[in-house]
């Protein structure tokens, strides 16, 4: 089956501790995506991918940072700097960006509850 | 301005009733619009694109009035089923979400 997954679903972090969550598709998207909720918030950009190799920040970047070295993989570090990490954070991915209209739509990962101790 | 903004409710709706949820977009350069589903704790679904011409899927209708700005969703015969928080989202660039319309479908 085509999907997104991520893991783990469950987290829980120290504090002043980096934590890795990960994110794979095999919908063979280009775009791929980072997503923070909070109880009872909409959802914030932290980072995107449109291309291998390339990643550009979104509207919380800091205290986080990606990675894209495969098509597949968009992994999600949140370091000890990022003040307020306990969220919902949510992957996405979607058939690309540039001149997107009809047939862009995103689709999700089944996110991961990070909680710091 | 927020690109996107829908009102929160809550609503909450007997079974069988028809609801209609509306949103707006701040930048008339938005290319294209989707409502998306999200249950209590989980990830947000796509329930469908929004089309220029409107379209339905089941119980399930979508316009978008690019003179104005909104999009709305009509959901009729309601069911428990239904009840769910529902996402406005709006692409320009990079996807846009609102915060949100929280239904209820009282038995």
């Known amino acids: 089956d085509g999907g997104i997954t991520q893991s783990p679903k469950y987290l829980f972090r120290k504090e002043g501790q980096n934590v890795t969550l990960s994110c794979e598709q ?3 998207h280009d775009a791929m995506y980072w997503y923070r ?13 449109q291309i291998v190799n390339d990643f550009q920040k979104g509207d919380i970047a800091e205290g986080y940072s990606v990675s894209r070295e495969k098509k597949e993989s ?3 570090t949140v370091t000890s700097a990022q003040k307020n990490p306990t969220a919902f954070y949510l992957c996405a991915s979607s058939k690309g960006l540039a001149g997107a209209t009809v047939g862009n739509e995103q689709f999700f990962g089944p ?4 909680t710091v101790l | 301005r927020k690109e996107v903004e829908q009102d929160p409710g809550p609503f909450n709706v007997p079974e069988g009733a028809t609801v209609a949820f509306n949103c707006t977009y701040s930048n ?3 290319q294209s619009f989707f409502w998306y589903r999200q249950d209590c704790r989980k990830e947000p679904k796509l329930l469908m694109s929004v089309y220029s011409s409107g379209n339905e899927d089941g119980r399930f209708t979508a316009q978008l009035n690019r ?3 909104y999009i709305s969703l009509l959901i009729r015969d309601s069911k428990l089923s239904d009840s769910a928080t529902y ?5 320009r660039n990079q996807f846009y979400f609102g915060t949100g319309t929280s239904l209820t479908v009282i038995p």
């Open chain 1, 74 to 76: 968009f992994p999600l």
């Open chain 2, 67 to 69: 003179a104005s700005q």
């Open chain 2, 87 to 91: 996402l406005c989202v709006v692409f």
């Open chain 1, 111 to 114: 996110g991961t509850r990070l």
């Open chain 1, 26 to 28: 095999n919908l063979n």
């Open chain 2, 28 to 30: 008339s350069a938005s």
């Open chain 1, 37 to 49: 909720q909070d109880p009872g918030q909409g959802l914030r950009l932290i980072y995107y991918s």
